[in-house]
């Protein structure tokens, strides 16, 4: 019934890797989001049903709309828990990737992990796996998160049954957040057969919703107006938006981490915009830039020739290591070289 995303084959090697070993680890990418944290905490529930021991260890904390998730207090955070989170890593035989392509996606716990002789495997939905770094890799770019890829393999080495509630609420939740609760990259059909497995699992999907998207602070609220009604610059015959805020700014607003989710996407909404950029600045002159796109321009491509980064083709980021001023020139240049992506 489920289409195929993962070729036997490389199933059948992950098989035998899990049932030749006992421990261990599953890591997922530095600022972790819903998919990183509900994909990894379903992979090392799954696992401990099977009687392995099983860890997650994160490179820096989760936002707090993430705490609710089932044994979402085992998570040992690389950044405030360092020396248990190496202890994990260097005991460990195996080491699962999820949700990211390259240990450059890990800050410092990446070092760790390149020093430990465990097998690495990925799980993983983004483009160009880092080649040989992982032993073996699952990747499925078609994939709409991780956490879709946890469910096909947890059906094909266990079959549906071995679905507990724990684990669906936590593989639900990488899929709604990593496509905009099915806003996007959710146009195939075998994904709603999975949500209709999971719901029969016993996942109330309202009360997801409810908890990972009706959660904002009071700081949030007020730094959203400020953004809509100030900050956000529309390029009408570019298709394009931009969002900056200084440093400054989020330090007026009490800016908490998870504050500036999802802000990116809001001059999506203005019809006729294709492009929209956030540039935060998270210290001075160390700018964070999120890229988000509709449809078929490329953020990835334009974010790793302008911003040192890269992602999916919707949704990309990169770093500026300057100044607003030299970082917002930057877009505008980018912007200039994509005019013909944009306003064909
Ligand atoms: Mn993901």
Redesign the pocket.
């Known amino acids: 019934m489920l289409e195929w995303l993962i070729p036997q084959a490389q199933m059948e090697a992950l098989r035998a890797v899990i049932d030749e070993n006992d421990k261990f680890v599953v890591v997922a990418h530095k600022n972790p989001d819903g ?2 944290v509900g994909s990894s905490l379903a992979m090392m529930l799954y696992l401990r049903s099977l009687g392995k021991t099983a860890d997650v260890v994160l490179p820096n904390a989760f936002p707090d709309f993430l705490t609710w998730l089932p044994s979402a207090d085992d998570v040992v955070v690389y950044e405030t828990a360092a020396e248990r989170a190496c202890e994990l890593v260097a005991a460990a035989q195996v080491i699962l990737c999820l ?1 990211f392509n390259s240990p450059s996606r890990l800050g410092p716990l990446g070092e760790s992990l390149c020093s430990s002789s465990a097998q690495k495997i990925l799980i993983d ?1 983004h483009l160009y796996p880092e080649e040989g770094f992982f032993s073996l890799m699952l990747s499925a770019p078609e994939a709409c ?2 956490a879709e890829l946890v469910y096909r393999v947890i059906y094909r080495l266990s079959s549906v049954q071995a679905l507990s509630l724990d684990v669906a609420q936590a593989i639900y939740t990488g899929m709604m957040t ?1 496509t905009g609760s099915f806003a996007y990259a959710s146009n195939r059909k075998d994904i709603y057969l999975i949500v209709a497995e999971l719901i029969a699992a016993g996942v109330d999907k309202d009360l997801i919703y409810r908890r990972v998207f009706y959660n904002a602070s009071t700081s949030r609220l007020r730094l959203m107006g400020y953004v809509l009604y100030k900050k956000m610059k529309i390029y009408s015959r570019m298709n394009a938006a931009l969002i900056t805020l200084s440093y400054d700014e989020l330090m007026h607003f009490k800016v908490q981490k998870g504050d500036t989710e999802g802000l990116v996407n809001m001059p999506l909404q203005k019809k006729g915009v294709r492009f929209s950029c956030f540039l935060r600045e998270e210290l001075p002159g160390k700018i964070n830039v999120s890229l988000r796109s509709v449809g078929d321009f490329p953020c990835n491509t334009l974010a790793a020739e302008y911003f040192g980064g890269g992602g999916h083709k919707n949704a990309s980021g990169g770093e500026v290591h300057d100044t607003m001023e030299a970082a917002v020139e930057k877009f505008v240049k980018a912007m200039n070289a994509y005019r013909k992506e944009l306003t064909e």
């Open positions: 998919d990183a949700d939905h998160s991780t990593d």
